[in-house]
């Protein structure tokens, strides 16, 4: 009894079904992993760039072969010195304490919303290359709404915000618009909208609406005290970051909890099949830009009210392309975008002390975001160089098994 009847042999359950493995494989093939490992290898390519322009490296490759000790000491303390004085100027420091992470979380916000705009878009099949452009007219609104009225403290920094957010709307739902309605890509669009968000604030920067009195630079009165976000602990962090986390749980609740959010997803994974299921198309391409938009506007709220405190021509800088980024690393989640800007205000934040403790260039941190890019849009090839390749590793198995019999 019991006993399997003879000639017949136990079946091992299918390597499918077991669920350990299954949990071991979500773990080790999942993007989330294939995400921090590409970052792991653009900061050590980093690195090793630092060290092999080292005078001292350089040194001791001379006598490489006779003392090679001294070669790769200089090497290690070339390659980590300058992610040290990274980490000090970014999160800690024993003179400081935590006054550089505060630091980084300020750099963050306007990264954080912008980013969340380009994700938004991207669940949606666009790509928002105008969240430079949606970060300049929301700014411009926002600030000119900041320097131009006087108004109670509460009533007139929701009114900064609510112009920021609906300035960043309108210009992203313009491309909607223009999508939905001709058929032109949104790339080319963005592209183009962004030229025109710069050319009209620099435009208006040169009127006497815009123009601090007496200033011949391009650069409006300071915002009205009432109009920018209170600062927090006593450093430049203000209320905005504040901001940049509600805004991400609102993206997640929209994208997983609401029917707005699901019209999104089905529209950017099958517009045709969406179309089917009754989706309106076009309707959804349009408000998930005007979203996408208002997100990317928040940045701009963040920068003038919160940051910059004054309107100028520079005041997007380079956040609206970062976003890009930010939203590529976090794989276009709404908290992968989240930590994702963190790292990146990271960089920005200890790229100054960097270069004054150790001479380190700041550029090679627009090395490593570039680095980190490329292995991000490229996850087999960071599965390559792990080992990670599951059809590599069947094969080989497969072959050994093969040289057995």
């Known amino acids: 009894m019991g006993q399997p009847p003879a000639g017949d042999k136990p079946v091992a359950p299918p390597?499918?079904?077991?669920?350990?493995?299954?949990?071991?494989?979500?773990?080790?093939?999942?993007?989330?992993?294939?995400?921090?490992?590409?970052?792991?290898?653009?900061?050590?390519?980093?690195?090793?760039?630092?060290?092999?322009?080292?005078?001292?490296?350089?040194?001791?490759?001379?006598?490489?072969?006779?003392?090679?000790?001294?070669?790769?000491?200089?090497?290690?303390?070339?390659?980590?010195?300058?992610?040290?004085?990274?980490?000090?100027?970014?999160?800690?420091?024993?003179?400081?304490?935590?006054?550089?992470?505060?630091?980084?979380?300020?750099?963050?916000?306007?990264?954080?919303c912008a980013g969340l705009g380009v994700a938004l878009a991207f669940r949606a099949g666009m790509f928002n290359i105008g969240a430079q452009g949606q970060i300049i007219i929301g700014a411009t609104m926002a600030g000119y709404v900041g320097f131009a009225w006087h108004l109670p403290l509460v009533l007139h920094l929701l009114l900064v915000v609510l112009f920021g957010l609906l300035g960043g709307a309108l210009w992203g739902g313009l491309v909607g618009l223009l999508k939905a309605r001709t058929g032109a890509h949104e790339v080319i669009l963005t592209i183009m909208f962004n030229y025109v968000a710069l050319y009209l604030l620099d435009f208006l920067m040169n009127t006497t609406a815009?123009?601090?009195?007496?200033?011949?630079?391009?650069?409006?009165?300071?915002?009205?005290?009432?109009?920018?976000?209170?600062?927090?602990?006593?450093?430049?962090?203000?209320?905005?970051?504040?901001?940049?986390?509600?805004?991400?749980?609102?993206?997640?609740?929209?994208?997983?909890?609401?029917?707005?959010?699901?019209?999104?997803?089905?529209?950017?994974?099958n517009p045709e099949a969406a179309r089917t299921a009754g989706v309106n198309v076009a309707r959804t391409t349009i408000l998930a830009m005007a979203f996408a938009g208002a997100l990317a506007g928040a940045a701009g709220v963040a920068q003038v009210a919160g940051t910059e405190k004054v309107l100028t021509v520079g005041v997007a800088g380079s956040l609206g392309f970062d976003a890009i980024t930010v939203?590529?690393?976090?794989?276009?989640?709404?908290?992968?975008?989240?930590?994702?800007?963190?790292?990146?205000?990271?960089?920005?934040?200890?790229?100054?002390?960097?270069?004054?403790?150790?001479?380190?260039?700041?550029?090679?941190?627009?090395?490593?975001?570039?680095?980190?890019?490329?292995?991000?849009?490229?996850?087999?090839?960071v599965k390559s160089i792990f080992g990670m390749n599951p059809k590599k590793r069947v094969r080989k198995t497969e072959t050994i098994k093969a040289g057995a019999k």
Request: hydrophobic share 50%.
């Open 210 to 269: 815009f123009r601090r009195p007496g200033e011949t630079n391009p650069i409006s009165p300071i915002l009205d005290a009432n109009a920018t976000f209170p600062a927090l602990t006593g450093s430049r962090l203000h209320l905005g970051f504040v901001m940049a986390i509600l805004l991400t749980v609102l993206v997640a609740w929209m994208l997983k909890r609401s029917t707005l959010g699901f019209e999104f997803r089905a529209v950017g994974h």
């Open 15 to 112: 390597e499918g079904k077991n669920s350990n493995n299954e949990l071991f494989r979500k773990i080790t093939q999942g993007p989330g992993l294939v995400s921090v490992l590409g970052v792991f290898v653009a900061l050590v390519i980093g690195g090793l760039l630092v060290a092999v322009t080292d005078k001292k490296v350089i040194e001791t490759a001379g006598y490489v072969f006779a003392r090679p000790s001294d070669f790769f000491t200089q090497l290690w303390r070339a390659g980590t010195e300058s992610y040290v004085a990274l980490f000090n100027g970014s999160i800690y420091n024993s003179a400081q304490g935590f006054s550089p992470f505060l630091e980084t979380l300020t750099v963050s916000t306007p990264l954080i």
């Open 327 to 381: 939203a590529l690393l976090g794989r276009s989640t709404p908290w992968g975008t989240f930590f994702a800007g963190l790292l990146f205000g990271a960089f920005r934040a200890g790229a100054v002390n960097m270069q004054i403790s150790t001479g380190t260039p700041i550029d090679i941190v627009l090395v490593v975001q570039s680095l980190i890019v490329l292995f991000i849009a490229a996850p087999p090839l």
